[in-house]
């Protein structure tokens, strides 16, 4: 499987999630957006962007703007704005050199959500599309390669400051999520190792 390297596999061998692993994978990973998708992404108002430099040094920046200001243009096409910033050009010009980002997109409340998109960058200076964002300066578009979804369940809800409920805590057993009891996935979840 793609989505999977050696260093990935020998640590699903050490804590026994292997078929886990690949039965998500199989039930949740696809390389095109579907309308759940599309409804979610153009809902946020901010995302987290990764980009290595061809050497692979890592950088993480936190992309923002209103509703819809992140589309998808097509099944296959992901676009957001660049707006003007402090110049550097760290992600941007990550994406020149080394097109393959990861965008993590997050819903906190009482609903969290999170969303995993793996693909192939381009930063385009004169998209035609540029005119359908206020303040663009450039457009960057995102061919998808993995899109899968992720448990939400240790994000917090920071608007009445309340952690996660499965936030491990010293002298209570763990709170396990719902879905680990799901018939599609419950016969391959490993035992939680302490």
């Given at each position: 499987?793609?989505?999977?390297h050696?260093?990935?596999?020998?640590?699903?061998?050490?804590?026994?999630?292997?078929?886990?692993?690949?039965?998500?994978?199989?039930?949740?990973?696809?390389?095109?957006?579907?309308?759940?998708?599309?409804?979610?992404i153009?809902?946020?108002?901010?995302?987290?962007?990764?980009?290595?430099?061809?050497?692979?040094?890592?950088?993480?920046?936190?992309?923002?703007?209103?509703?819809?200001?992140?589309?998808?243009?097509?099944?296959?096409?992901?676009?957001?704005?660049?707006?003007?910033?402090?110049?550097?050009?760290?992600?941007?010009?990550?994406?020149?050199?080394?097109?393959?980002?990861?965008?993590?997109?997050?819903?906190?409340?009482?609903?969290?959500?999170?969303?995993?998109?793996?693909?192939?960058?381009?930063?385009?200076?004169?998209?035609?599309?540029?005119?359908?964002?206020?303040?663009?300066?450039?457009?960057?578009?995102?061919?998808?390669?993995?899109?899968?979804?992720?448990?939400?369940?240790?994000?917090?809800?920071?608007?009445?400051?309340?952690?996660?409920?499965?936030?491990?805590?010293?002298?209570?057993?763990?709170?396990?999520?719902?879905?680990?009891?799901?018939p599609?996935?419950?016969?391959?979840?490993?035992?939680?190792?302490?």
């Amino acid at each position: 499987m793609a989505m999977f390297h050696q260093g990935n596999r020998e640590l699903q061998r050490q804590f026994g999630s292997t078929a886990l692993a690949d039965r998500l994978v199989d039930r949740l990973r696809r390389s095109e957006f579907n309308d759940e998708d599309r409804a979610f992404i153009q809902s946020v108002e901010f995302f987290f962007l990764a980009t290595a430099s061809p050497d692979g040094y890592p950088d993480c920046s936190f992309k923002g703007g209103p509703p819809c200001f992140v589309r998808i243009v097509r099944p296959d096409l992901l676009v957001w704005p660049d707006y003007d910033g402090n110049g550097m050009f760290k992600s941007l010009g990550n994406i020149r050199l080394n097109p393959f980002v990861g965008l993590l997109f997050i819903r906190m409340g009482e609903a969290p959500k999170r969303l995993r998109v793996n693909g192939r960058a381009e930063v385009v200076l004169d998209d035609p599309l540029m005119g359908e964002f206020v303040g663009a300066q450039a457009l960057v578009r995102v061919t998808p390669i993995d899109i899968f979804p992720n448990c939400p369940r240790y994000i917090p809800d920071l608007a009445t400051g309340k952690p996660s409920p499965y936030v491990p805590c010293a002298d209570q057993p763990p709170l396990e999520p719902g879905w680990k009891s799901n018939p599609a996935w419950n016969e391959v979840v490993p035992p939680r190792r302490v």
